[in-house]
């Protein structure tokens, strides 16, 4: 440890002795610090002044540094971790329409029966005041049964507006009065990626809204949602998440149109780190880019716009992953692109021409083949490693892909709740048909980060990432909390300031309810931080949790 510590002042006090720096103003001594440094990935203590760190090492040497006014918290053998930064979720979260009503106990993926949201609806008709929007969590069963469309939902709530829809994210059914609320005529043309679908003759849509028709329409009715409502929602996050350690997030801009976002981000003002990614929403004509080309980079202090994000296909539940091999049970049938190839083709040659990130969504391995072909062709390896691609799920990315992916520098953000192992959570574990690449991407070589885009829980999803059902592709802790960390800081080019508990890195870390590398798998979701730092600020305190001089 004593090595550590000497390597770690040499590195930030280049030129100038510790004697002639002011003691720190916090000291973390005798615990168990996870630096998610692979050179180092251990040390007891460390010390901080200002924002950052300025030193890791043992508890005698670290308490040596620290002076009269310093803060002492005596870790008394827990965990500290870096900070959290959830790579890949969408701010601000709830359901704010009107009345929701999911279904507990049917298991997630089918979902409930169709006849069980025929009868829930017709219920809720009856004592819910006409007009209130009813918003419904459903599964397969119901987004693909062609008897539970508009007008089926029209005979059980004929005065409310009525969506069912995902909880992945992909598809909602509407019934007439909601599509009139939408702003969705029977004339209405598909938008760019998106598909209404209309009955057998061509005529009047059916309520089944897909990809980009769906998305779009149901942010524009956010929108008229005010602004205070988005305002808790995203204080309500972010309390939760200093709560669990999480200090930074990558937010998918979806859910409201771009200067309504700002303002709630403003208003919010969240304790945390926060990067903000356009999602532009299309037409029948295109994408809308301009809607973010003049707002405010730097909202607030803690938060940036960057970057931009585009879905290129659906998931392979519910059949919209391009994939090579035809679909089981559905002979012929292997998804499909929400964009067609030269589209393609022009967002990654915008990339090459513009400073900003490029998020695509990509499922299906034939979709990952596309882009990663497509990339081949516009430019050299070395150009695309350093715009660093991100593929959000990349779940396609298999090992005959995985060599290509990395000579092109592609960042893969994956999902441990997607791939929920059915014997640990039969209710809402995934089909043994779903696999997901987890460590056999590390063990590319393809820089890899965890996101939740679903239970912000980051404890619930470590255990979910290291107890796939495939355990060649299960990772260790220590993998899935450096993905959570240091990869994900990676994957949103700031490395050089957080994601490891570092010398010269942003004080930004959490000290932990019990030691997640040991507990059994099980006790992982009930973890939570008992002291969360940002920035050498602590945000969050359980003070009976650490001894304080």
Known sequence: MKSLLTIGLVLFFAGRSWAQAP??????????????????????????RGDKIVAVGSTAAISKLAGPRTRRIELRGRTVVPGFNDAHTHLPPGHPLGHFFDFPQASMIPGPSSAQVLDTLAALALRVPPGTWLEGEVGLLALQDPQLRRYDLDRVAPKHPVLLRTPWGHGSVVNSLALQRLGIT??????????????????????????????????????????????????????????????????????????????????????????IIPFPMTTAYGFNRREWAAVDTNPVPLARVEGVKYILDATPLD????????????????????????????????????????????????????VLRLMHELADDATWRAKRVRFEHGDGVGPELQPRAKALGVVIVQNPSHFINAAIDPQHGAPASLHGAFRSLLESGIPFALGSDGPMNPFLNIWFATT???????????????????????????????????PGKLADLAVLSQDIFTVPPPALPATVSELTMVGGKVLYEVKSAAKVR
């Open 468 to 502: 796939l059902a495939d355990p060649k592709e299960a990772l260790t802790r220590e993998q899935a909390v450096r993905a959570y960390t240091a990869g994900a800081a990676y994957a949103e080019f700031q490395e050089q300031q957080k994601g490891t508990l570092a």
């Open 186 to 275: 029977d004339a209405a043309a598909n938008p760019l990626g998106g598909t209404l679908e209309r009955t057998p003759d061509g005529g009047a849509p059916t309520g089944l809204l897909s990809e980009y028709a769906d998305w779009a329409p149901r942010r524009a009715l956010h929108g008229q949602q005010p602004d205070s409502v988005w305002t808790r929602l995203l204080r309500g996050y972010g309390a939760a998440a200093v709560r669990f350690g999480i200090t930074s997030v990558q937010s998918m801009a979806d859910a409201l149109p771009p200067d309504q976002t700002l303002r709630v981000v403003r208003a919010a003002a969240l304790p945390i780190r926060q990067r």
């Open 319 to 370: 059949g919209g992953a391009l994939m090579r091999h035809a679909y089981a049970g559905r002979p012929g049938w292997y998804g499909r692109l929400n964009l067609p190839p030269d589209t393609v083709r022009q967002v990654l040659r915008t990339a090459l021409q513009t400073s900003q990130p490029l998020m695509l969504h990509v499922s299906g391995d034939s979709t990952a083949s596309l």
């Open 23 to 48: 003691p720190p103003d916090v000291v973390l001594l005798g615990g168990k610090i996870f630096t998610a440094d692979l050179a180092h990935p251990y040390a007891q203590a460390l010390a901080v």
